[in-house]
């Protein structure tokens, strides 16, 4: 097997090519050093023919190639898309979608996920493919389906439906509690009587509009778990027939449909496929990379695919500019990522892929920009070695994530339709990129012990014992931040029969006596007040303008930091901070502008004691990677203009070799990197590794052998 050093490679399709190709892509890839490919992603349908007729030739040629030339494999189970001959003979595998409409064959990604063909045929699939690779070798890991997502309202769906009710309610009464059936006259007097909630059903408008946010809500567990059922049926078989073979899907980073904190348990090690909107998401890309990080308690990922150059499916796209792919590849790696893999290998000849972006053109060429800079970085990762790879993020601020949350405050009717969980979420940790603070991206029941500041906004469902963690991680001298419409609503979307914010009023000292929405252009400028209109760092003191949703606070111990500035609110708390026990909660109770959210942020980092390495540079992110031999320091430019910084430490700058002294300075041209290392020395007092450890407190799962 190769030496162990940051994967690189990624989908590889040669099925779709004549078979004269595939010793030139051998060649091209030992030019680009590319050592892991990505084989099976959609190969069903060319393997099985039918039922019972089986034939792998095509696959044992391009895996004994890939072998013989000393290839790594990332194998795909390839049920991703189901063959037409399945579909045709039984039509339970395809979905009945929101609307009540029965589908027909087409497409990809779209098996009901409770079919019971579905899950037949595609076990004995997978039993067979894995039992002839077992021995192969050179199988690193194991790539179940492809991109889980979307839904299924069909009657299997319905059946399995009502059976996780039956398992999570045990009866009628306490569902009927929980969705608060009294509402419209909606008792449920059989298990029969619940119907998917859909267009047809409970929703009007769409699927963010339902008359029981409890029933959608559950309905959205729901299709994550057995989406769950559908994937580890397959695992199921893999594990017993390839044991030592670690197994993972591809997420799709902050992906609303599915919980991925509900599905993290049964990946093997996470990975995500990393597709910007557009070249200005490097905050939203590294909040992704955090996220899929933080599903297995901080270790190390792999980024399953990224296009070199550009993507086909928007209406628009955009080709990556020269060094973009060079620099999101070493974001990657500088959260967390041990693999930077492309989506793929050589581009398409036909369908809807043919103008996405590949390693190999149309035209199989090797001088083309996006092969020669595929082929620098691959060089530039394999002259590091074995550096980087297994080392941890040294987080001392974490951010709550909550699809929860995400799905009650988004089908909430009232009191805004214009909140997006996702753009609060990205604006706070937004601020934590900006200045430059290593970030773990974590669920709400993750140990809050080892962090000095958490981050929760719209922390709108409270579930289980959360308030009380709260509570103990500020006594215990934690800073914790949340924001307008946290603490309102329970596990099952009922409101809590008390003050706002719910089990979250003490810890944060306020009481919220109303909450107002306006239009999106309607703005409530906050402002600083005494003290804190001194504090300026990192922009202006405000004021900054608020919007969607305004909390009317009122201060019970907690400390006035701003207030409102117009309406018959002026004057009162919009943002506050309680100081209690050792530590302080802060909440800030507008939609504040991102200037605000950055000073407030820089404002809970005072608090909280984190000194970031080169906060606030303007296009600059500076990120963390620490093991016991070494810590990391990655600086990417992500601006336009040349960044100067002084070195904040000594250490060997990895990519040109150079020896830095600490307060040396440091040049960035636009879309460059430094990856700087320092050895660490052992602690004399506690023999291990000096430096700060980060936390430990979620759990640590290996990356698998
Ligand atoms: C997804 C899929 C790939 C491919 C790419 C194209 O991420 O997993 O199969 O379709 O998109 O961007
Ligand atoms: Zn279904």
Redo the contacts with the bound molecule.
């Keep these: 097997m190769n030496e162990v050093k940051i994967r690189y490679g990624g ?1 590889y399709n040669p099925e779709q090519w004549p078979v004269e190709v595939r010793e030139e892509d051998l060649r091209l890839f030992d030019k680009a050093s590319i050592e892991t490919l990505t084989v099976g ?2 190969s069903w349908g060319l393997l099985q023919r039918d039922e019972s007729t089986y034939d792998f030739a095509e696959l044992d040629d391009v895996l004994h190639r890939l072998r013989d030339a000393g290839k790594e494999v990332c194998l795909a189970t390839g049920t ?1 898309a189901h063959p037409a001959w399945l579909a045709r003979k039984y039509p339970d595998v395809t979905r009945v979608d929101f609307e009540g409409r029965k589908h027909v064959y087409g497409q ?2 779209n098996a009901c996920p409770n079919s019971p063909s579905f899950r037949r045929f595609a076990t004995s699939y997978v039993e067979r493919l894995a039992q002839r690779y077992a021995d192969l070798g050179n199988v690193v890991a194991w790539h179940v389906g ?2 889980y997502g979307g839904a299924c309202y069909c009657e299997n769906c319905a059946a399995a439906f009502r059976v996780w009710l039956q398992r999570r309610y045990g009866t009628l009464e306490r569902l009927n509690d929980a969705w608060n059936t009294t509402f419209w006259s909606h008792t449920m007097y059989a298990w029969d009587d619940v119907v998917p909630p859909n267009a047809l059903s409970e929703h009007w408008r769409g699927p963010n509009h339902t008359a029981f946010q409890g029933i959608t809500l559950d309905y959205l567990r729901f299709t994550t778990d057995s989406m769950i059922e559908s994937y580890l049926a397959e695992k199921e078989v893999l594990n017993r027939t390839t044991p030592g073979i670690p197994v993972t899907t ?1 997420f ?1 980073g902050a992906y609303r449909p599915l919980d991925y904190h509900r599905w993290a348990p049964h990946l093997d090690f996470a990975s995500w ?1 990393n ?1 910007p909107p557009d070249a200005k998401s490097q905050d939203k890309m590294a909040l992704a990379h955090d996220l899929v990080r933080g599903l297995k308690g901080g270790a190390p990922f792999w980024l ?2 990224q ?1 070199p150059s550009t ?3 928007r209406d628009v796209n955009p080709v990556k500019r020269p060094g973009v792919m060079r620099l999101w590849s070493w974001q990657a790696v500088a959260h967390g990522a041990d693999a930077v893999l492309f ?2 290998m050589r581009q398409s000849r036909g369908a809807c ?1 043919k103008y ?1 972006g590949a390693v190999i053109d149309h035209s199989g060429r090797d001088d083309t920009r996006v092969f020669s800079e595929v082929s620098a970085l691959g060089a530039e990762l394999a002259a590091l070695r074995g550096e980087v790879v297994g080392a941890r993020t040294p987080a001392r601020a974490a951010l709550l994530f909550d699809w929860d949350s995400w799905w009650a405050v988004e089908i909430s009717d009232g009191p805004s339709r214009l909140v997006s969980y996702a753009d609060a979420a990205r604006r706070y940790y937004a601020a934590l990129h900006a200045a430059n603070v290593d970030v773990d991206v974590v669920p709400v029941d993750a140990g809050l012990d080892g962090y000095d500041l958490v981050v929760a906004p719209v922390l709108h469902v409270l579930k289980g014992d959360l308030p009380e963690r709260v509570e103990r991680f500020v006594a215990d001298g934690g800073t914790f931040l949340t924001t307008w419409l946290s603490g309102r609503v329970d596990e099952d979307d009922n409101a809590f029969l008390s003050d706002v914010p719910g089990p979250l009023a003490g810890v944060l000292g306020i009481r919220v006596t109303e909450t107002d929405a306006l239009p999106a252009e309607e703005v409530n400028p906050v402002r600083p007040v005494g003290d804190w209109a001194q504090a300026q760092a990192p922009g202006t003191a405000g004021p900054w303008p608020g919007n969607l949703v305004f909390d009317v606070v009122e201060a019970q111990g907690a400390e006035v930091v701003a207030e409102y500035t117009g309406d018959f609110y002026a004057g009162t708390p919009a943002v506050t901070r309680h100081a209690t026990g050792r530590g302080q909660a802060w909440y800030v109770a507008t939609n504040l502008d991102a200037d605000g959210v950055e000073w407030v942020v820089q404002r809970t980092l005072d608090d909280a004691g984190i000194r970031p390495p080169h906060a606030w540079v303007r296009g600059l992110e500076a990120a963390e990677r620490v093991r016991e031999d070494a810590r990391y320091l990655f600086l990417l430019n992500h601006g336009e203009e040349e960044v100067v910084v002084a070195a904040d430490r000594a250490g060997r700058s990895l990519l040109d070799g150079r020896e830095v002294a600490c307060g040396q300075e440091l040049r960035l041209a636009p879309r460059d990197v430094v990856v700087l290392r320092t050895p660490t020395t052992p602690d004399p007092l506690s023999g291990t590794a000096s430096g700060n450890s980060g936390h430990t407190g979620a759990v640590t799962a290996a990356e698998g052998e």
């Design positions: 989908d992603v959609f991703g990809r990604h492809n991109e591809n799709m496929d597709y399953m695919e296009t993507t086909a499916s989506f793929q892929e996405h």
